[in-house]
């Protein structure tokens, strides 16, 4: 499957599956976010999440796949540095601010900064099409979050440090999709990268949060960890599909496609979180659609 995904790098038909993958990540992405938002504290959701998915990635990564070659071990470092951050960053977002007003500033910071990245690191250049697509996007998102930022009336004292902290966040979304595609092209099997970046990215979260565990109750241990299962699965596909389209075609454009993750957060947020969805976010969430529909378009 390896040789089969690297011989459509370049190729319309590698396009054309970087986009289904990026859409793909969108929807898993969101359902990622939502699970770690749920009735459980956020840092053990995370935590759970990145145990389930460093000993499931185990296996593949010592006997499954070829041995990273020896300059993936610095790549491995940097890439393990920098998910710490956004990690951190991203759990002290979720429990501060709803779901539905920090998750689009995340997701609307996120491609901005990557679109630019890319750029810069890969020469990736958007058409002035592409680029109102862009602005269509992040209007939309951002639109959303003011929005919900209006509205919204559960933890309000809490409301403007969390949006900080969501910004925060959005800039490690882009440093980690840009500088994981460079990884991702670095090594000759893309799986080898995927199955070592699981195990390694597996190790912090747990360690740091071990305090934390010992304050939840015994009727919680079991349903935190059947959570932590779900996500890591749900990891593998979005964190794998997103990386697999950045290697297979533009990292700006799938950076920007993932983006349409919002309208999914939103629906999610509506229909389990129980959180309400007007006509005028679903205004907004048609925006975010049509951005990234002119982004693909006007290339």
């Not at 956020?42 to 990145?50: E, F, G, K, V």
């Not at 882009?174 to 080898?192: C, E, N, S």
């Not at 979260?205 to 299962?229: K, N, Q």
């Not at 976010?281 to 048609?286: I, Y």
């Amino acid at each position: 499957m390896s040789s089969w995904l690297v011989s459509l790098e370049g190729t319309e038909a590698g396009h054309d599956l970087a986009l289904g993958l990026a859409l793909m990540a969108a929807f898993l992405h969101a359902l990622f976010g939502a699970l770690q938002k749920g009735r459980h504290d956020p840092w053990l959701s995370r935590a759970a999440i990145d145990a389930s998915y460093g000993l499931m990635a185990m296996p593949f990564a010592l006997f499954v796949v070829p041995w990273p070659e020896p300059h993936m071990w610095p790549i491995f470092a940097g890439a393990f540095v920098i998910h710490v951050g956004y990690k951190l960053a991203q759990a002290m977002t979720y429990s501060r601010g709803a779901f539905t007003v920090v998750y689009p500033v995340v997701r609307g910071t996120g491609p901005l900064f990557a679109v630019i990245g890319a750029g810069l690191i890969f020469g990736e250049h958007f058409t002035p099409g592409q680029w109102l697509g862009v602005a269509v996007l992040l209007s939309g998102i951002f639109g959303l979050a003011a929005y919900n930022l209006r509205h919204v009336t559960v933890d309000r004292d809490r409301l403007v440090p969390a949006l900080a902290l969501a910004v925060v966040t959005g800039g490690f979304v882009a440093l980690y999709t840009t500088y994981d595609a460079y990884g991702i092209r670095a090594t000759a099997d893309p799986f080898t990268f995927l199955a070592w970046f699981f195990m390694i990215d597996g190790v912090f979260m747990p360690v740091y949060t071990f305090r934390r565990w010992r304050r939840i109750p015994s009727s919680e241990f079991v349903p935190l960890v059947a959570r932590g299962m779900t996500g890591a699965i749900v990891a593998f596909l979005s964190f794998g599909a997103i990386m697999l389209a950045t290697r297979l075609d533009k990292v700006g454009e799938a950076a920007v496609l993932r983006e349409t993750s919002t309208v999914f957060a939103a629906a999610i947020g509506w229909i389990v979180l129980g959180e309400k969805v007007g006509p005028r976010r679903l205004a907004l969430m048609t925006l975010i659609a049509a951005g990234a529909v002119i982004v693909e378009f006007a290339g």
